[in-house]
């Protein structure tokens, strides 16, 4: 007996009218579909987020209204005819504030020499947000530097003045109070930036160029940058875009959480920009609400960062931690017993993988606290218990001596690629071979005072102390350039 397997066939029915065509006719009913024009589907009331792409609207209407706009006023007095009025070098170097056009100025007597003065006044804009109901603003120190008068304009438009509370010119962080706030005030949730990973996304939100309330995007580039704009450099680094104006606004993460204060740009880079880590801001702001201004402890020491020829010279298997250069007199790090070539590995019990790690590391210290520091002195390593003292010069650069490491190559001449003179009882550097093993390291006029931490007086004293160094390591040298003393490794040929 045969049987038929039924197998399952689908039928498209192409419609027209209310009726199914058939025969010939399903033909012309086919011709008529293809001549009408496509009909669009129907759209979505909220259109979904594709699968695997952050929802930054959703994000941006979320924390927007806690970013804020800033507009500060300066007079300058400047003597007529001198023309506009610019803040000099602003558009060359980091900070990226927006300075708006002088305004009309009156004019005063007694400007000197018969000339008058005139009273000229300077707009600039910058960004921040809002952390509390009662109406505190963060934002950088430099967007407020000089002001005369600070307003604070809210997302919904809602205009303020404002006073300073206080900041630290160092870490480029102020905070501001807003004068009659009102009690519905949105506010940013702080996040750590200590958790954020390269390549993660972020959001920065500010008032470039005024244009108020700007969203980009972008994501982590890096963490840990150091851009010479002050001796605590720790900034995350992000191809979200920033210009003039956006400084003090802040770098949210896709939970909605500040992760950083947008404040540095680099001149010459596209789509490179830097945020101070909210961590940092997290440590000083109770300071500032309290007292204005943040106090911070002190070593005393001036330091450099390490080279693998320095490391290697010190008997180390890599470089890490911070050389110290010299002990000021008198400091605790004195007290405490520190030397000149020592080099601090940790404090506290936490690994200082980079030279410029130490300075935040103390900083983040009150003054009259004591610290555990891992020093290696001699090829041993051994525990130094420092109290730090009050930090005082906050326009200083304690602690932030670097001289970082330069390259070495093969030479000619002496063993070292230099040749010296003596010169009242010092060693000076008169010649310096191109592409020898100095080359890059040292330079003409530099005073050689210790070879292996024995001190030289004369090219003979230099002479014997390089031969009798280890040959399987690089010769330390104490080098004096100017007013500054710093240890340099050099490989031998």
Do not use: W
Request: charged share 20%; proline share 7%.
């Amino acid at each position: 007996m045969n049987t038929r397997k039924l197998l399952p066939v689908a039928i498209v029915l192409f419609a027209a009218g209310a009726g199914v065509a058939a025969g010939t006719g399903c033909q012309h009913a086919a011709r008529a579909s293809q001549d009408a024009p496509p009909q669009a589907p129907a759209p979505f009331a909220t259109p979904p987020v594709l699968p695997g792409t952050p929802d930054i609207a959703t994000l941006a209407a979320r924390v927007r209204p806690a970013v804020v706009n800033i507009t500060t006023v300066h007079q300058v007095h400047m003597r007529q005819g001198q023309g506009e009025f610019g803040f000099p070098g602003f558009g060359d170097v980091f900070p990226f504030f927006h300075q708006g056009q002088p305004g009309q100025g009156r004019r005063f007597g007694g400007g000197g020499g018969g000339g008058e003065d005139e009273v000229m006044k300077q707009q600039a804009l910058g960004s921040g947000f809002l952390i509390d109901d009662q109406g505190h603003v963060v934002t950088n120190a430099h967007v407020i530097d000089d002001a005369d008068v600070v307003k604070v304009k809210l997302a919904d438009d809602r205009e303020f003045r404002a006073k300073v509370v206080g900041k630290d010119d160092r870490l480029d962080v102020a905070l501001l109070k807003l004068e009659d706030p009102p009690h519905d005030l949105p506010t940013a949730a702080l996040g750590a930036s200590e958790a954020l990973r390269v390549g993660e996304y972020v959001v920065a939100i500010g008032n470039p160029f005024g244009l108020g309330n700007t969203v980009t995007m972008g994501i982590v580039s890096a963490k840990g940058r150091t851009i010479g704009a002050g001796p605590y450099d720790d900034f995350i680094q992000t191809d979200a875009s920033i210009n003039p104006g956006n400084s003090g606004g802040p770098l949210f993460n896709l939970r909605g959480q500040v992760v950083g204060i947008n404040t540095a740009i680099n001149p010459q880079g596209k789509g490179i920009g830097f945020a101070i880590p909210i961590d940092a801001v997290r440590d000083v702001l109770p300071q500032l609400l309290s007292t204005g201004h943040v106090a911070r402890g002190r070593l005393g020491v001036l330091i450099q960062g390490m080279d693998d020829d320095l490391a290697r010279a010190l008997g180390m298997d890599r470089p890490h931690g911070a050389l110290v250069e010299s002990v000021e007199p008198g400091s605790p790090a004195e007290k405490a017993g520190l030397k000149s070539g020592d080099v601090i590995v940790s404090i506290d019990g936490q690994d200082i993988p980079r030279s410029e790690e130490l300075p935040r590391r103390v900083a983040r210290h009150a003054p009259g606290v004591r610290v555990t520091l891992g020093v290696l002195h001699d090829k041993q390593k051994r525990d130094v218990d420092v109290t730090l003292a009050a930090l005082q010069d906050e326009k200083g650069g304690e602690e932030t001596g670097q001289n970082g490491g330069i390259n070495a190559a093969p030479g000619e001449h002496s063993s070292l690629g230099i040749s010296v003179t003596e010169e009242d009882g010092q060693v000076v550097v008169a010649h310096v071979a191109s592409d020898g093993p100095a080359d890059g390291k040292l330079r003409q006029g530099d005073v050689i005072e210790e070879v292996g931490g024995q001190h030289v007086t004369s090219a003979k004293d230099l002479a014997a102390r390089i031969h009798a160094a280890p040959s399987d390591k690089p010769v330390l040298l104490l080098v004096k350039r100017g007013e500054q003393s710093m240890f340099v490794g050099i490989e031998r040929k």
